[in-house]
């Protein structure tokens, strides 16, 4: 713990919000008392992990990256946090990311923005960046992320690491700030597929404090040992055929399905939305969730208040000076496009299509047992470069987008293209996820 505090204090790639030290000290002297009084350790206990800063964990600063709470200290905490505290598990730090989740980067946050740990200048991905950059540079053992459209997936496939996004509702979502709820998950980023199963099995579960949650079969060493028992994967011709593909992560993808080929498993190719409708449609309901779930931040209950000459002054000068560029652009599209007049054509559409990319995916898994993907069209873009094109960093989240409307375990591996290749299976077979992944290694 005190190596990776050390590590974790020069913060040279912008990871750090704020050091949980004395909090992780505290909580590492009982497991050091334990161990000289020598009483069993399970294993997770005394292991150092980092968390996204959208996690309430009680006492501590959660700020969202955000000027609205960069004052705000959690009241509670967050049920996944709860259960690997409960495990022995020791929170370090927490970590940089795009305010409120909105971005694909990591440099919509009022602490600097994140740089990738492969390569300093360029983005780390987002927004879970700085989780994903203190997984690769060892500052943490593992982390916990937030991924609503790809955040966990992305920066991960950005740093050469894993990084899953589990089924929606196999995790609380309890005391994880909101973005978007219906596709909100909460993940393991960490650097081997053993990692991200221990991780995954300690936090997993119904939860009474969230409705949407249900109870997994914990997921164990041997089931997930790689064998014979996935017989033929898909992949989405449109993805590999589209204009926005980087030529080099288009062939390595396909070098990565003849290997697959040669291994005896059939690989089909399957028809999907093309990606400007996936992008349209999460982007339409993630902002029209975004902008529901932080109308409550208008500085009466939380953060950063700033008084106006009445209270409805004070409320829009609170958010329009604490709220990010790309914070605002979200709320004023979420609330056009629930507003009347837009909502019938705009919201209900892209609701109505969410059925229909649903669909799509069960009729895909009664023909093939997982589906592989790039996790990105491109290579991570330098610093500062793609805050100029908002769209085209929505464009970027293409291959992530819709196996989150889809809310299906995703898992993201550090091989096949530069960027990672992404691993996905029917609705609450994240096992299968894994054993895929141990099977390509
Ligand atoms: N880049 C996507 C967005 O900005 C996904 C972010 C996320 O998963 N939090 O919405």
Do not use: W
Request: charged letters at 20%.
């Amino acid at each position: 713990v005190k190596e990776k505090l050390n590590l974790l204090k020069s913060n040279t790639h912008n990871t750090v919000n704020s050091l949980l030290e004395d909090y992780a000290l505290a909580l590492a002297s009982k497991v050091d008392e334990k161990i000289t009084n020598g009483e069993a350790i399970g294993l997770l206990e005394g292991i150092p992990f980092g968390i996204k800063d959208v996690y309430m964990v009680e006492g501590t600063y959660t700020t969202a990256s955000s000027d609205l709470l960069k004052n705000y200290k959690s009241a509670y905490t967050a049920t996944a946090i709860q259960k690997l505290l409960d495990a022995g598990a020791i929170p370090i730090v927490k970590e940089n990311c795009d305010s409120f989740g909105h971005g694909s980067s990591s440099e919509n946050t009022i602490f600097g923005a994140v740089k990738n740990a492969k390569n300093p200048e360029l983005v780390a991905g987002g927004s879970s960046g700085g989780s994903a950059v203190n997984v690769a540079k060892d500052f943490t053992v593992f982390s916990i992320g937030g991924d609503t459209g790809g955040s966990i997936r992305q920066p991960a496939g950005y740093n050469g690491i894993y990084g899953l996004k589990p089924t929606y509702g196999r995790i609380s979502r309890y005391g994880l700030m909101a973005y978007a709820s219906s596709t909100d998950c909460v993940g393991p980023i960490a650097k081997s597929i053993e990692d991200i199963r221990i991780v995954l099995n300690v936090i997993s579960g119904k939860d009474t404090k969230d409705q949407t949650t249900y109870a997994s079969q914990n997921i164990t060493e041997e089931s997930i040992s790689p064998n014979n028992s996935i017989k033929s994967v898909g992949y989405f011709k449109n993805f590999v055929e589209s204009e926005a593909i980087d030529p080099k992560i288009k062939s390595d993808f396909l070098s990565a399905v003849v290997k697959i080929k040669a291994k005896g498993i059939k690989v089909r190719e399957l028809d999907f939305f093309k990606s400007d409708t996936l992008v349209s449609t999460y982007y339409t309901l993630a902002m029209a969730e975004t902008a529901s779930n932080l109308s409550r931040l208008d500085g009466t209950n939380y953060g950063n208040r700033i008084e106006g000459e009445n209270l409805k002054d004070s409320y829009s000068i609170t958010r329009s000076e604490n709220f990010s560029e790309e914070t605002k652009r979200r709320i004023v599209g979420g609330n056009q496009v629930l507003s009347q007049g837009f909502s019938d054509e705009i919201y209900l559409k892209g609701l109505a299509l969410r059925d229909q990319i649903s669909q799509n995916f069960e009729n895909d898994f009664n023909e093939v047992d997982v589906i592989i993907s790039p996790v990105t069209p491109s290579t991570p873009p330098k610093i500062g470069d793609s805050l100029k094109d908002p769209l085209a960093m929505y464009l970027s989240d293409a291959y992530t987008v819709g196996f989150s409307l889809g809310q299906l375990p995703t898992l993201t591996v550090p091989q096949g293209t530069e960027t990672g290749l992404q691993i996905t299976a029917a609705k609450d077979n994240d096992e299968l996820v894994l054993k895929f992944a141990n099977f390509l290694k």
